[in-house]
């Protein structure tokens, strides 16, 4: 029997997605997409898979720069929204509600991409590779893989025990713990709105060293991953912004 694991909870995106999905990372995403089309040499009409697209702030993007794009994510709410933004942006865009553990698509894919930490939510680290073994059997021979994760490396670097915000017309207040020998990031959010109303949520990322999941990429399906600090190649080191995997078939 399947146990349902927290991300698998509609309500909590509902909640915490405003939050999580604010202007800057918006703002950000045609940058992003233009890093992503740079790395991959993508040109019009080739297929993109966007695994853990969440509300398409990168795959509604992509499709703008006329790519054949396809988003899978597991939570409606987010693909009704990422299909309100194509609409709204008249672009075309295949959305697919799916766990990506177990997904497996008609046809295959020059590039795929998982961005914006959309890793490490599962139970075990088994679920883990089973989602970039799926990915790697979408992508075509010789095809991309743009991964962007939060590393164990930057999650010690920039750790706080907490802080608050104003985000989305709530009061945020957020509380970060260590799980294990930083096996895990557990992180307790707190979001009160303008009535005075409480909504309140913990959850744990698992945290990858960024050669742990270099070894993780190339240990189920890829034939080569390289490690950046950002999507412009600047090298993983003690100023990285981002850690940012660039794998191939």
Not at 97 to 109: G, I, K, S, T, V
Not at 134 to 154: M, N, P, Q, T, W
Not at 198 to 208: C, I, P, S
């Amino acid at each position: 029997m399947h146990t349902k694991q927290w991300f698998e909870n509609e309500e909590f995106w509902l909640n915490y997605g405003p939050v999580m999905f604010d202007a800057q990372r918006w703002a950000e995403a045609p940058a992003v997409a233009d890093y992503i089309c740079a790395i991959a040499g993508l040109r019009k009409g080739q297929r993109v898979l966007d695994a853990g697209c969440g509300p398409g702030r990168i795959s509604v993007e992509l499709a703008a720069r006329g790519l054949d794009v396809t988003g899978v994510d597991l939570m409606q709410p987010f693909l009704d929204a990422a299909q309100e933004s194509a609409e709204s942006e008249g672009v075309p865009l295949t959305l697919i509600r799916a766990d990506l553990r177990y997904w497996e698509p008609d046809a295959p894919f020059d590039t795929a991409v998982n961005l914006y930490t959309s890793f490490g939510y599962c139970d075990a680290i088994e679920e883990d590779a089973a989602i970039i073994a799926h990915i790697a059997a979408a992508v075509k021979d010789g095809g991309y893989f743009i991964f962007e994760c939060l590393s164990r490396e930057i999650a010690v670097r920039d750790f706080t025990e907490g802080e608050w915000f104003e985000r989305a017309n709530k009061t945020v207040l957020t509380e970060f713990s260590v799980e294990g020998a930083w096996e895990g990031l557990r992180s307790r959010w707190i979001l009160i709105d303008s009535q005075g109303n409480r909504t309140e949520h913990t959850f744990v990322q698992r945290l990858y060293s960024a050669v742990e999941l270099q070894r993780l990429v190339l240990a189920n399906g890829f034939t080569q991953a390289d490690i950046y600090g950002d999507f412009d190649f600047s090298p993983y080191n003690h100023k990285a912004r981002t850690m940012v995997i660039v794998a191939r078939k």
